[in-house]
């Protein structure tokens, strides 16, 4: 198993260009979720996924998409980026329902705008 | 509303001293408490979670409700045990999603 993968790893890009970071895992896991990490601030969640067809805002929505076509992928959408956009973005998966509320998190994408 | 809070960003301890990192949350229902960990150039990846009482690489985490922490402990820290620990939070019952809510990291650094 890969795991939770994503790309790509490092992103620059200029204010008001657009770019999708791609998600996917293959555990078969109906929770996805992304995270942008700033110094200082901890991971604070964007969106978030429970199912194929199925998102909702997380903490910090404003700026980006997502959308859930498959169990498999989970891609992030910034439409015009800004340079408050510049961040480390991290996915996440887990199973939905059970005892065990482990996220698994993919290697990351380190995204800077200038 | 859910949140955590992890009062130092940086500690330093030498080898061999007791390490402790601090973890407080406000939450007001029945909390399910994690902690995260990130070794430079590697992804997060779960260290311990309380319902599960275990000790993983020697650490320890104790939840008290009534002091609402979850500190975690290790009594002789080692040089690979430097790197960014996140105290997380999630409901334990708050329908399917459950979501986890995360402190703002300490970077832990053990001296040679």
């Known amino acids: 198993n890969a795991g939770v993968t994503q790309t790509p790893k490092f992103q620059v890009l200029k204010t008001g260009q657009s770019m999708t970071l791609q998600c996917a895992q293959d555990?078969?896991?109906?929770?996805m979720s992304w995270y942008r990490q700033d110094p200082g601030m901890g991971l604070r969640l964007i969106h978030y996924?429970?199912?194929?067809?199925?998102?909702d805002q997380g903490e910090v929505p404003n700026g980006y998409n997502v959308s859930r076509s498959t169990t498999e992928d989970f891609p992030l959408r910034l439409l015009s980026a800004a340079p408050s956009q510049t961040s480390v973005y991290f996915c996440?998966?887990?199973?939905?329902?059970?005892?065990?509320?482990?996220?698994?998190f993919g290697p990351g994408t380190r995204l800077t705008v200038l | 509303a859910q949140r955590v809070t992890q009062p130092e960003k940086l500690l330093s301890v030498f080898k061999g001293a007791p390490v402790e990192l601090k973890c407080n949350y406000s939450?007001?229902?029945?909390?399910?408490l994690f902690w995260y960990v990130q070794y430079s150039r590697q992804r997060l990846q779960l260290l311990l979670r309380?319902?599960s009482r275990e000790s993983i690489k020697g650490f320890t985490a104790d939840l008290n409700k009534g002091e609402t922490s979850f500190h975690l402990k290790k009594p002789f820290a080692q040089e690979e045990d430097s790197a960014m620990y996140y105290c997380?939070?999630?409901?334990?019952?708050?329908?399917?999603?459950?979501?986890?809510?995360f402190g703002s990291g300490t970077q832990l650094t053990v001296l040679p």
């Open positions: 996440a998966s887990r199973i939905l329902a059970g005892g065990h509320n482990e996220q698994f």
């Open positions: 555990m078969n896991h109906e929770y």
């Open positions: 996924s429970v199912g194929a067809g199925i998102t």
């Open positions: 939450y007001s229902g029945s909390p399910e």
């Open positions: 309380h319902i």
């Open positions: 997380a939070l999630s409901p334990f019952f708050s329908g399917s999603a459950r979501q986890l809510t």
